[in-house]
């Protein structure tokens, strides 16, 4: 059994980024002989010398590292909200894809010259709630102190900073909007190797947008946002600006509940329903929220 393409693609990217974050680990050895995190991102309070970055990390011992994977499973979740998905096998079959690219990474030197030692849990999206995510961070920060987590579906607002506090790498595969703010806030814990920087993909669809026509006759645009520091900045400092200055008068902003299906369903039928209500013919989704 093979993981979907789009899948494996990814989580190898992630294991290559994690083989880049342990070597730079093995080189920051403390004088107690335990490693120290270190990022070379956008920088952040948390880069600087004497800062959490410079204490001793939890999961790595001399010749190991431990590594969560958070595998997401949709099955409930597809099947009543009516979608029709890709058949992926399932946590069962996406854990065996996964211990097999952690086998062939081991086999052939390790992470930094360390053996990958992988904790895996599955994350069920019909379950999905802050309280929920905020279990499985403890579950990997402090139950299994593990290194890093590569994860996937973590839509919730408290999931990154509960993996931060607890100075742990986040690999995130998630398709959630994240700017340079956000990067900035959780440096140096918080990489991406899949998924754009939103505010420079948000540009980007804004003028693509504009220039294939789709503001043509517009009497007036809905910007649809999940209720969050991201979305709110994105909607708010970034396209609002941008579609006042190609001539777009009437604008109005709706923020979605992503907290659980319920709310998810309905703030998002509001949203469609207020468009409708002001006159608005023009709808635009941001943030990649579900």
């Known amino acids: 059994m093979h993981l ?14 994690l083989i880049a974050l342990a070597a730079v680990a093995s080189g920051c050895a403390s004088k107690g002989g335990s490693t120290a995190t270190s990022g070379s991102g956008a920088g952040g309070p948390n880069s600087v010398a004497g800062g959490a970055a410079d204490q001793p990390s939890q999961g790595v011992t001399a010749d190991s590292v431990s590594v969560g994977y958070l595998i997401v499973d949709i099955g409930e979740l597809s099947k009543n909200l009516g979608f029709v998905v890709v058949d992926d096998g399932g946590y069962e079959n996406v854990k ?4 097999a690219v952690v086998d062939y990474v081991n086999a052939h030197g390790g992470a930094g010259g360390r053996k990958i030692n992988p904790v895996f849990r599955p994350y069920t999206g019909q379950n999905d709630s802050p309280e929920f ?3 499985q961070c403890r579950a990997f920060t402090q139950d299994s102190q593990v290194f890093a987590v590569v994860m996937d579906g973590q839509f919730q607002n408290n999931a990154r900073p509960c993996y931060q506090a607890a100075r742990t790498i986040m690999l995130d595969q998630t398709p959630v909007p994240l700017d340079k ?3 900035d806030q959780f440096s140096p814990y918080l990489w991406s190797t899949s998924l754009p920087r939103y505010d420079l993909f948000t540009k980007s669809l804004l003028t693509t947008l504009q220039s294939t026509g789709f503001f043509t006759g517009a009497t007036g645009v809905a910007v649809v946002a999940p209720d969050s520091e991201v979305g709110r900045r994105i909607s708010s400092q970034l396209a609002v600006p941008y579609l006042q200055s190609i001539g777009v008068t009437k604008t109005s902003q ?3 509940d992503v907290s659980n299906v319920g709310t998810l369903g309905a703030t998002t039928s509001a949203a469609l329903t207020g468009a ?3 006159g608005i013919n023009r709808v635009i989704t941001l943030g990649g929220e579900r």
Do not use: D, H, M, N
């Open 96 to 99: 065996k894809g996964v211990q």
């Open 4 to 17: 979907p393409r789009s899948r494996s693609l990814r989580v190898l990217a992630a294991l290559t980024t």
């Open 276 to 278: 409708k209500t002001q």
């Open 133 to 135: 995510a905020e279990a």
């Open 181 to 183: 703010e956000a990067y």
């Open 254 to 256: 709706f923020f979605i």
